[in-house]
């Protein structure tokens, strides 16, 4: 873990938005195509907003959410909502969007046929992620029943999530298909949520989801 300190948001944002892009931009020289995973909340917006004007070959890079409500997309708590509107705007606005949810149930078969679509695209090329001062990191949530499998080596793409703190079921890239993505960056502001990362690290990934996935992982951190 590599943590970069930032004196304001704002300059944290242009600054990752620009790391993003040379990420991207050094795994499309070598692929035809090349995916991007990202978070939906509040924090990653600022960077979206910057990063959506990088001049990239944007119709060769596929985009999805790294964890989804189980929410029509037209909802304000749809992760797909956030990343269409904030990131797929711009020069960004050809990238290709993978949903994890369409709609409907969150049966076997729906999940078996996301993960299909999802499969060629994997390893992740670049992985945005966010935290919650909880610890969660996609919808990974401490605690949360079937965590220890999603967070297992040998856990399938996706898992459904139905954390008892939230008021929806989740669908969620597991540890293993975040944690192997080639290109690993973390976004956290605020005292609370440095604070609790660094707890994390000292706890077993079944108390704190995050320290499964953020080795070898750059970290920017603003107040």
């Known amino acids: 873990m590599r943590l970069v300190e930032y004196a304001d948001r704002d300059m944290l944002a ?3 938005a620009n790391v993003l892009a040379g990420a991207l931009e050094t795994a499309l020289l070598h692929h035809e195509t090349v995916s991007f995973a990202v978070p939906g909340g509040t924090t990653p917006g600022s960077v979206f907003d910057a990063l959506c ?8 890079v596929h985009v999805f959410p790294t964890d ?3 929410v029509d997309e037209t909802d304000e708590r749809s992760n797909a909502k956030l990343i269409k ?3 797929l705007t ?5 990238a290709v969007f993978l949903p994890l949810f369409g709609g409907g149930s969150t049966s076997d078969q729906n999940l078996a046929e996301t993960e299909a679509m999802l499969a060629p695209h994997l390893p992740l090329s670049v992985l945005l992620l966010g935290m919650g001062g909880d610890m969660h990191t996609a919808s990974l949530f401490p605690g949360m029943k079937g965590l220890e499998a999603a967070l297992s080596s040998n856990a399938p793409v996706l898992t459904v999530a139905r954390p008892e703190t939230q008021p929806e079921a ?3 890239l597991t540890g293993q298909a975040l944690d192997g993505a080639l290109s690993k960056h973390l976004v956290i502001f605020g005292a609370e949520k440095r604070e609790a990362l660094e707890r994390a690290m000292t706890l077993p ?5 995050i320290s499964a996935v953020v080795n070898n992982t750059n970290v920017y951190w603003a107040e």
């Not at 004007?53 to 060769?60: H, I, T, V």
């Not at 711009?90 to 050809?94: D, F, T």
């Not at 990934?205 to 989801?209: K, N, R, S, V, Y």
């Open 205 to 209: 990934p079944e108390e704190a989801p």
């Open 53 to 60: 004007a990088a001049n990239l070959e944007w119709y060769r």
């Open 85 to 87: 509107e904030r990131l």
């Open 170 to 172: 989740r669908v969620s």
């Open 68 to 70: 989804e409500r189980c």
């Open 14 to 16: 242009i600054d990752v």
């Open 90 to 94: 711009n020069r960004a606005s050809s």
